[in-house]
């Protein structure tokens, strides 16, 4: 004897097994186990639903985010932030956020500040502007003919802008003031 027989009897009888169907590609799946996958999806989502309820405010805000959502929307991209690429001033304090977006051939630069924002659009064009700044309808502004705008207020907390020319539609990205 040799030592081998043994071994491969066992080698044999686990070929047998896989021909046979014995080691089942679905095993240890909720099928395998007599379980309806649809039935246990469905009990999941209620005990989501009862144990981390979704808060209202945030279900209003995403199906607000959907319903403006626009395919002929353009988004333009930061290409300046002067927290981020400016070089700070000595003695300044307080100073104003330099924003410039890009979207194609569209550009808006945004200074944001204590009392308020203006910005200006470039190519010089007239548009409807829109502050974005979560739940609340956003604030309305004007660009005149040279596409120079301000608004009052200052944005606060996250905000994006929404502006609409005669043949685009523009959003900004979200930022933080």
Do not use: C, N
């Not at 009990?43 to 405010?57: G, I, S, T």
């Not at 100073?95 to 569209?106: H, I, N, W």
């Not at 829109?130 to 596409?147: I, Y």
């Amino acid at each position: 004897m040799d030592g081998t027989d043994g071994a491969d009897s066992v080698r044999d009888g686990m070929d047998d097994d896989l021909d046979d169907g014995a080691f089942d590609e679905h095993a240890g799946t909720a099928e395998s186990a007599g379980i309806d996958a649809d039935l246990l999806e469905e009990e999941l989502r209620q005990a989501a639903a009862v144990l981390d309820p979704l808060p209202p405010a945030l279900l209003q805000i995403a199906v607000d985010a959907y319903a403006l959502h626009d395919l002929d929307t353009k988004v333009a991209e930061l290409s300046f932030d002067s927290l981020v690429d400016a070089l700070p001033v000595r003695g300044a304090e307080d100073p104003p956020r330099m924003l410039t977006f890009s979207a194609g051939e569209v550009t808006v630069d945004i200074e944001v500040t204590a009392h308020g924002l203006m910005g200006q659009l470039m190519p010089p064009q007239p548009a409807r502007i829109e502050v974005l700044g979560g739940p609340q309808p956003g604030s309305s502004l004007t660009a005149d003919d040279l596409g120079r705008f301000t608004g009052a207020a200052p944005p606060s907390g996250p905000f994006a802008l929404r502006l609409r020319t005669a043949g685009d539609v523009v959003e900004t990205e979200w930022l933080r003031t």
